[in-house]
């Protein structure tokens, strides 16, 4: 009989989008009128339609692949060259941040490749997550056997957590112990909260210090409205030499369906074998993905490329103004509904404390029983979020509006 991989057993209940669908699907089978009248502001999909510079690139190419002298059979690995090109030069060249092409890593989005760099990454390493956070970071090293089993509040043993709170506005400053990788995400999931320029600087003067690697999600950097806030890692000095970044089109280009991202890994940046070499880690993510995997379709390739042409970046804006509208009208009907609120000015997360010493399951449970309405509850992103709940501002206008509504009826 095949052994199993029994760091899945590890796994505390399900992973919580799972948990809050089979929630939300008892609640609807129980009750089919308030069904009906149902709005979801849980998980952080996209609801408005693809930007049409990228639709068309996308049907372009669709027609290309069916004719015999413009047809493409498996794209390369690392990604197309048009495409990381297009990245590399307007993402982080425009910027100040000298990024060659071929570190650019096309993959179906930074979820998986939040993953997937364990692959190349040792099992004794001691790692340093932040709490709250994003589940994927917390999960992956349990299944990759990186933890110990779960203590009674849900943490892991083996790993450190970095406490984010609201005394240090949700930013955790390095530890005072060394570690060899943290996990940072700005703007923030499930927080919204950003870093200063000086308080990822100390995280790159940490990491070089005690030679860690910063493993740096900017999924939502596209949010960003303050100026003086860095937009990648990759704006600190010596960065390119300790961190790694995932970036995603999910949640500019609307990308949650097709599926596109990348990873920017330098060529700079470094890890250490067991006898004591210090080895760059770009050849070993390049044999990663030429033996796992073959990037992504020709036509999605082409529907990310146009999103840095004029019309393209006109429709991202356009979409990103639409979700922080959104998340401004949440954010003031939740104020309005006398609760205390952080996040939703540079992200489309507004993070919201539970009321009257609530948990925040019971939290989801008066929220949806009220008032209809589907939000993610804190303790669901780690110890820290308890007394939490987030609002996402992936809706439509109409919905949005409609929520802001219900709050102020909140009993």
Not at 106 to 113: H, L, Q
Not at 145 to 172: M, S, W
Not at 223 to 236: A, K, L, M, N, Q
């Amino acid at each position: 009989m095949a052994l199993l991989n029994e760091n899945y057993l590890k796994l505390q209940a399900g992973y919580l989008f799972p948990e809050i669908a089979r929630r939300v699907t008892q609640f609807c089978e129980a009750n089919p009128d308030a069904a009906q009248r149902l709005i979801r502001c849980g998980i952080g999909d996209v609801t408005e339609p693809l930007p049409r510079a990228a639709v068309d690139a996308m049907h372009r190419a669709v027609e290309e692949l069916a004719h015999r002298d413009t047809f493409r059979g498996y794209p390369p690995y690392e990604g197309y060259d048009f495409l990381r090109e297009k990245i590399a030069q307007h993402d982080f060249r425009n910027r100040g941040m000298q990024i060659a092409d071929d570190e650019i890593f096309i993959s179906d989005g930074s979820k998986c490749d939040c993953g997937y760099i364990l692959d190349i990454l040792g099992d004794q390493n001691r790692v340093a997550i932040t709490d709250p956070v994003y589940p994927v970071y917390v999960d992956t090293n349990v299944m990759a056997g990186h933890t110990g089993a779960a203590t009674q509040d849900g943490r892991y043993e083996g790993i450190v957590y970095l406490p984010c709170t609201e005394q240090n506005k949700f930013v955790p400053e390095p530890p005072n112990e060394s570690v060899d990788l943290v996990y940072l995400c700005f703007p923030n999931n499930p927080t919204g909260a950003v870093a200063t320029r000086g308080q990822l600087s100390r995280w790159v003067e940490f990491a070089r210090e005690h030679h860690a690697l910063l493993l740096y999600d900017a999924a939502y950097e596209s949010y960003i409205r303050d100026p003086e806030i860095p937009h990648s890692i990759f704006e600190i000095p010596g960065a390119h030499e300790c961190a790694v970044e995932f970036r995603s089109f999910s949640k500019n280009g609307g990308f949650t369906g097709v599926r596109c991202g990348f990873t920017v890994m330098p060529k700079a940046v470094k890890g250490q074998t067991q006898d004591g070499r210090s080895l760059p880690l770009h050849p070993l993510w390049q044999r990663r993905w030429s033996t796992k995997a073959n990037s992504v379709s020709y036509p999605v390739q082409r529907g990310a490329e146009a999103l840095y042409t004029d019309d393209g970046k006109a429709q991202v804006r356009a979409l990103i103004d639409h979700y922080m509208g959104n998340a401004r009208i949440l954010r003031d009907a939740a104020v309005g509904a006398g609760l205390k609120v952080f996040g939703g000015a540079n992200a489309p997360y507004i993070w919201v404390k539970t009321p009257d010493g609530l948990t925040s399951w019971q939290m989801f449970d008066k929220m949806l029983h009220e008032l209809n309405v589907v939000i993610t509850p804190g303790s669901g992103f780690g110890a820290q979020g308890e007394g939490y709940f987030r609002i996402s501002a992936f809706n439509s206008r109409e919905n949005a509006e409609e929520v802001a509504r219900r709050l102020q009826t909140l009993g």
